[in-house]
């Protein structure tokens, strides 16, 4: 068997190319991602002041946090995958309240949120300058929300966002589904795939802890 010698070489390493996608997939372990929150038009009538509401998802390996800007109100959720936990922090107006949630209630979110099936559809479209395709998500007791993601990028941590651990990509905008029913919109701006630095998820100090009853009884 005749050696390839480097010429031919270099010829087939041109042709394998032209076969292979445009963009590779990527595993990443770090990102910032920025989103527009479109609210229904039935809660804009009634609270004009979310209006221009914003969310930012980190990554960093077994760290993530969501900041959900809603002017008003706004909250962080701190995301521990290695020790199972959730810090929420919520500021009302400056009523600065933070509340734990215990490796149980994760566990329970996480069995939910695995239920959950993604039926792809046919429709793709281009969000901050990646491919994404429509998907169906539908949660077990028969809710269905609307998903476009991307597979050009992959969480190495799948549980950076539980509700998307079975998506075989990032989300890049989505349905997020409120507890009246209603359904706000997710639509990304921005992805930085820059080192996230490890003190974007220290706990802020400032915030009072009280536990998730306490904290129904504030939002009445």
């Known amino acids: 068997m005749r050696k390839l010698t480097p010429i031919r070489l270099l010829m087939l390493a041109t042709v394998l190319a032209a076969w292979l996608p445009a963009s590779a997939q990527r595993t990443i372990s770090d990102a910032k991602i920025t989103y527009k929150v479109e609210m229904p038009p039935e809660q804009l009538q009634m609270e004009a002041m979310f209006a221009g509401s914003s969310m930012v998802q980190y990554i960093r390996g077994h760290l993530s946090r969501v900041d959900m800007n809603f002017n008003i109100v706004n909250y962080i959720y701190l995301i521990n995958t290695q020790k199972e936990d959730v810090i929420t922090l919520m500021d009302n107006h400056g009523d600065k309240y933070l509340i734990r949630t215990d490796k149980k209630s994760y566990e329970e979110d996480v069995k939910k949120y695995a239920a959950i099936v993604f039926?792809?559809?046919?429709?793709?479209?281009?969000?901050?300058?990646?491919?994404?395709?429509?998907?169906?998500?539908?949660?077990?007791?028969?809710?269905?929300?609307?998903?476009?993601?991307?597979?050009?990028?992959?969480?190495?941590?799948?549980?950076?966002?539980?509700?998307?651990?079975?998506?075989?990509?990032i989300p890049l905008e989505y349905e997020i589904i409120t507890k009246s029913g209603s359904k706000m919109r997710a639509v990304a701006t921005k992805v930085d795939l820059s080192p996230v630095p490890a003190s974007i998820f220290d706990v802020p100090r400032g915030y009072r802890e009280i536990t998730s009853e306490e904290l129904k009884k504030i939002r009445g």
Not at 134 to 143: A, L, S, Y
Request: glycine residues 8%; contains cysteine; aromatic residues 14%.
């Open 119 to 169: 039926a792809d559809q046919s429709d793709t479209r281009e969000i901050a300058g990646y491919k994404c395709r429509k998907t169906i998500g539908t949660m077990p007791d028969g809710v269905a929300f609307e998903v476009y993601y991307t597979t050009d990028i992959v969480p190495e941590n799948p549980y950076y966002n539980r509700r998307f651990q079975n998506l075989k990509g």
